[in-house]
């Protein structure tokens, strides 16, 4: 008998092969690469809706890069294996003061709308965690607007629970706050 997903919720995903994908830190090329590959409304939507410019992609690949140095993990440049960019995903603390998990480490992915469907995003989170366990953190954090079904459905997959509801600052609008102890 077939299940009947509400509307908005993301159909599971099959088992199936993981795709390849490679994960780097972030050279001054890639805040190009990434700029060009979030030039889109729709990858920007649950971000300010709009993209960013170049400087912006500039001072995050540079902050990466420290991050790396200074923690073992930070937002990786993920390939496919064609060594195309496809976007990033990683660990980094987390940015903000005035809201959510101040303190804790968490995980993110962004991806191009190109690579939107196809397992990159689940398989270079799953990387990530790895790199994070390896680094020593014991726990993390996934900050999702409660609209992203698809940021949502990684977030599960990854085996994460929802603990937590924040009010973002743009008014009215919320972010479920997910934890997975590593």
């Given at each position: 008998m077939p299940v009947n997903f509400p509307k908005g919720y993301p159909?599971?995903?099959?088992?199936g092969p993981?795709?390849?994908v490679r994960l780097r830190v972030p050279t001054d090329e890639d805040a190009l690469a990434w700029h060009r590959v979030f030039a889109d409304p729709q990858v920007m939507?649950?971000?300010g809706g709009r993209p960013a410019e170049l400087?912006?992609?500039?001072?995050?690949?540079?902050r990466q890069r420290r991050h790396d140095a200074e923690l073992g993990h930070c937002l990786w440049t993920v390939l496919d294996d064609t060594d195309e960019v496809l976007g990033f995903t990683g660990a980094q603390p987390w940015p903000h003061t005035a809201y959510g998990p101040v303190g804790e480490t968490e995980i993110g992915w962004r991806l191009g709308r190109a690579a939107w469907g196809r397992g990159y995003a689940t398989a270079a989170a799953r990387t990530t965690l790895e790199r994070v366990r390896a680094a020593g953190v014991s726990d993390v954090v996934a900050m999702?607007?409660?609209?992203n079904t698809r940021s949502l459905a990684v977030a599960r997959r990854l085996?994460?629970?929802q603990a937590e509801t924040f009010t973002t600052?743009?008014?009215?609008?919320?972010?479920?706050?997910?934890r997975l102890e590593l």
């Open positions: 159909m599971p995903i099959a088992p993981t795709p390849a939507e649950f971000l400087s912006v992609y500039e001072e995050l690949t540079a999702v607007d409660s609209r085996g994460m629970r600052p743009v008014p009215g609008q919320e972010a479920y706050c997910f």
